[in-house]
Structures are given as structure tokens and as C-alpha cells.
């Protein structure tokens, strides 16, 4: 098993950044591909970008791409979400999640989650 601490949340003007951080403990961080999802009040879980076990491939949903960026440092155990040119509707909660055996954007496939860190976009 693996566990999963969000940090790096916080509140932040339209336009700004921020950096989410990952950090997994217990079985060897390699061995899960990782995703980064959201969740605003009154609104289903969303995708917002995963990453590979070796980091070599990632993916986003066009609501994100060009602006976020998905990274992974699997000898520190850790994984980041840089998010840039931030705007208000990407106010939400913020989870990374983790699977030994699924890489993609379904929510469902993965099976340990983060608790969450709230990130605000003001405008």
C-alpha cells in the first residue's frame, strides 16, 4: 500500500501560481502511476493530469493543458502539479491518487487517494 499527503494549496489572485506537492509513503513510489484530480463544491471529481511510473508519459484534459504541468521524482517519493495562468473555475479541492496498475484519466481506476488541499483562484 501507499500513502498519499497533499501539500501546497492555498489561496491565490487569477493569473497566479502555485505548486501542489505528493508525497507518498510505504511501498516503492515507481511502482504506481499517479494522478492529480479536483473537486469543486456541488461537482463531480475531475481529471486533471497523470503522469507514468517513470515519469515519461503524461497526459491532461484541455481544460488544464498548456497551463498545468504534471512531474514526478520517484527517488524523493514525490510528485508535483506546477499550475499557471491560474483562473477562478480552477477553484476546487485538490487530490493525487495513485494505482500499481492503471495510467489514465478514469477516476474509478484508482485505488489510493490523497485527503485533498483546497486550492482558491480569486478574481
Known amino acids: 500500500q501507499v500513502q498519499l499527503v497533499e501539500s501546497g494549496g492555498g489561496l491565490v489572485q487569477a493569473g497566479g501560481s502555485l505548486r501542489l506537492s505528493c508525497a507518498a509513503s510505504g511501498r516503492t513510489f515507481s511502482s504506481y502511476a499517479m494522478g492529480w484530480f479536483r473537486q469543486a463544491p456541488g461537482k463531480e471529481r475531475e481529471f486533471v493530469a497523470t503522469?507514468?511510473?517513470?515519469?515519461?508519459?503524461?497526459y491532461y484534459p484541455d481544460s488544464v493543458k498548456g497551463r498545468f504541468t504534471i512531474s514526478r521524482d520517484n527517488a524523493k517519493g514525490t510528485m508535483f502539479l506546477q499550475m499557471n495562468s491560474l483562473k477562478p473555475e480552477d477553484t476546487a479541492v485538490y487530490y493525487c491518487a495513485a494505482d500499481p496498475r492503471y495510467f489514465g484519466n478514469n477516476r474509478d481506476e484508482y485505488d489510493y487517494w490523497g485527503q485533498g488541499t483546497q486550492v482558491t483562484v480569486s478574481s
Open positions: 503522469i507514468s511510473w517513470s515519469g515519461d508519459r503524461t
